[in-house]
């Protein structure tokens, strides 16, 4: 299995304040320096980014133990990041679901 990229994401840009600076590293940057001009779409882009390489990173390292050319640790740390970058992804996309039913069974 292969991991590729993701497909472009169409969202709202949204300025939001504290703890996206590990996950959008963008975000810090604008917020530090005063410019505001990374929106949520390429913040969300970037995590995806982010975390697809983690993942191709991943699975380099298990063909490369596979071949003999990787210690067990380095696969250990390689799959649990990828694991923690997996499920961080997909507790957003949760979320991400969970805004646009509520916000869809809103009454206009």
Same mark, same amino acid.
């Given at each position: 299995?292969? !991991? =590729?990229?993701?497909?472009?994401?169409?969202?709202?840009?949204? =300025? %939001?304040?504290?703890?996206?600076?590990?996950?959008?590293?963008?975000?810090?940057? +604008?917020?530090?320096?005063?410019?505001?001009? /990374?929106?949520?779409? &390429?913040? !969300? +882009?970037?995590?995806?980014?982010? /975390?697809?390489? =983690?993942?191709?990173?991943? &699975?380099?390292?298990?063909?490369?133990?596979?071949?003999? %050319?990787? %210690? /067990?640790?380095?696969?250990?740390?390689? !799959?649990? +990041?990828?694991?923690?970058?997996?499920?961080?992804?997909?507790?957003?996309?949760?979320?991400?679901?969970?805004?646009?039913?509520?916000? +869809?069974?809103?009454?206009?």
């Amino acid at each position: 299995m292969i !991991v =590729t990229g993701i497909g472009a994401l169409k969202l709202n840009p949204a =300025t %939001d304040g504290a703890d996206g600076a590990s996950l959008f590293p963008g975000a810090a940057a +604008s917020r530090a320096g005063g410019n505001l001009g /990374t929106s949520f779409a &390429e913040a !969300v +882009s970037q995590a995806a980014s982010k /975390t697809v390489n =983690t993942l191709q990173n991943a &699975e380099q390292v298990s063909m490369q133990a596979l071949k003999g %050319d990787a %210690d /067990t640790r380095q696969v250990v740390d390689a !799959v649990m +990041s990828a694991q923690q970058a997996l499920q961080t992804a997909v507790a957003i996309r949760d979320k991400v679901v969970s805004a646009y039913l509520e916000v +869809s069974r809103m009454g206009i």
